[in-house]
């Protein structure tokens, strides 16, 4: 067959209809239409609410997993936040807490150094403040350690009072520190004076039952002591000066089968809590000597008579 007699023209399975470029003016010109006509005439509206309607499910659905994950990681976030707030609220309570208690032992020592203040005021015995360190470590012994030694011109045998009363006496001195021992302490003795009656008496350290107290000896069971009655130092012993508060008398058993009476005195001054304390001088430096006897001076003078 020649080929001048083939048919060129597409078999009908592969013919397509309008051009590509008729189908692009034709289509963009329905979407323009279309955009137009919604804009001005809202035609596809009832459309859009119906499709909302039948998607909404879905996408309640699809969305329930990201709205999960976001309240957890808000959960964890707020709970994070929660524990540093009461971590930080905690430690400013503690801070306070602190503070209150050092407002309060502030107050303390201000009004017992107010106190001090007020009896050294009333005693013409020169005299230095200290403060107290330690307990001694000693546990059959009650005495504490002051900051306060030879150097600073404590002596041996020196009262120690608080802003009560009598504390104890030095009986021990270093170069910076010096030791007290506590008028409770069972080796401790100090002349009192009954304001009441003005009888005069001797207070030991009770080492027995009454481990805190102070024990008045060698009284009559008839003596007239009461309880309540308090006890001052009656400066005859050449330690302490008179007139400073040393206890009071708590309990006082009188027994028929004993010719003396049990006197148990509640020390006035803080044997257990003192911190801030006055040591006086001995006022047996103030004291003029003793005169010498006529018997010493008569041999005396006979001897230097050769």
């Given at each position: 067959?020649?080929?001048?007699?083939?048919d060129?023209?597409p078999?009908?399975?592969?013919?397509?209809g309008?051009?590509?470029?008729?189908?692009?003016?034709v289509?963009?010109?329905?979407?323009?239409f279309?955009m137009?006509?919604?804009t001005?005439?809202?035609l596809?509206?009832?459309l859009?609410?119906?499709?909302?309607a039948?998607?909404y499910?879905v996408?309640?659905?699809?969305?329930?997993?990201?709205?999960?994950a976001e309240?957890?990681g808000?959960?964890f976030e707020s709970l994070?936040?929660?524990?540093?707030?009461a971590?930080?609220?905690r430690?400013?309570?503690g801070?306070?807490s602190q503070?209150?208690?050092q407002?309060?032992?502030?107050t303390?020592?201000n009004a017992r150094?107010r106190?001090?203040?007020q009896?050294?005021a009333r005693?013409?015995?020169?005299s230095?403040?200290a403060?107290?360190?330690?307990d001694?470590?000693d546990?059959?012994s009650?005495?504490v350690?002051?900051?306060?030694?030879f150097?600073?011109?404590?002596?041996?045998?020196?009262?120690?009072l608080?802003e009560?009363g009598?504390l104890?006496q030095v009986t021990r001195?270093?170069?910076?520190?010096s030791e007290?021992?506590?008028?409770?302490?069972?080796e401790q003795?100090?002349?009192v004076?009954?304001?009441?009656?003005?009888?005069?008496a001797?207070a030991?350290?009770?080492p027995?039952a009454?481990?805190?107290?102070?024990?008045l000896?060698?009284?009559?069971s008839?003596?007239?002591?009461?309880v309540?009655?308090?006890?001052t130092t009656?400066?005859?012993d050449?330690?302490y000066?008179?007139g400073l508060?040393v206890?009071?008398v708590?309990k006082?058993?009188?027994r028929?089968?004993?010719?003396?009476?049990?006197?148990f005195c509640?020390p006035l001054?803080?044997?257990d809590?003192?911190?801030?304390v006055?040591?006086l001088?001995?006022?047996?430096?103030?004291?003029?000597?003793?005169?010498?006897?006529?018997?010493?001076q008569k041999s005396?003078?006979k001897g230097a008579?050769?």
């Amino acid at each position: 067959m020649p080929l001048g007699t083939l048919d060129r023209s597409p078999p009908p399975f592969f013919r397509q209809g309008a051009s590509a470029l008729s189908k692009l003016i034709v289509f963009s010109a329905l979407a323009l239409f279309l955009m137009v006509a919604d804009t001005r005439f809202k035609l596809t509206q009832p459309l859009r609410i119906a499709l909302a309607a039948v998607v909404y499910p879905v996408q309640w659905l699809v969305m329930r997993p990201v709205f999960l994950a976001e309240e957890v990681g808000s959960y964890f976030e707020s709970l994070k936040v929660s524990q540093s707030t009461a971590d930080a609220a905690r430690h400013k309570l503690g801070l306070q807490s602190q503070r209150a208690n050092q407002v309060d032992q502030l107050t303390l020592e201000n009004a017992r150094l107010r106190q001090m203040l007020q009896l050294r005021a009333r005693i013409s015995t020169p005299s230095q403040a200290a403060q107290v360190l330690y307990d001694s470590a000693d546990a059959y012994s009650r005495k504490v350690v002051i900051d306060k030694g030879f150097l600073q011109g404590v002596s041996a045998g020196s009262p120690v009072l608080d802003e009560r009363g009598v504390l104890g006496q030095v009986t021990r001195v270093y170069p910076s520190v010096s030791e007290v021992t506590l008028v409770t302490d069972r080796e401790q003795a100090i002349p009192v004076l009954n304001v009441r009656t003005g009888a005069r008496a001797v207070a030991f350290g009770d080492p027995g039952a009454h481990a805190h107290a102070l024990e008045l000896r060698f009284m009559a069971s008839n003596a007239d002591v009461q309880v309540g009655d308090v006890l001052t130092t009656s400066g005859v012993d050449g330690v302490y000066p008179p007139g400073l508060p040393v206890a009071r008398v708590d309990k006082i058993e009188r027994r028929v089968e004993t010719a003396f009476a049990h006197i148990f005195c509640t020390p006035l001054a803080g044997v257990d809590g003192a911190l801030h304390v006055m040591v006086l001088q001995p006022i047996s430096g103030q004291i003029p000597a003793r005169p010498v006897p006529d018997v010493v001076q008569k041999s005396g003078k006979k001897g230097a008579a050769p």
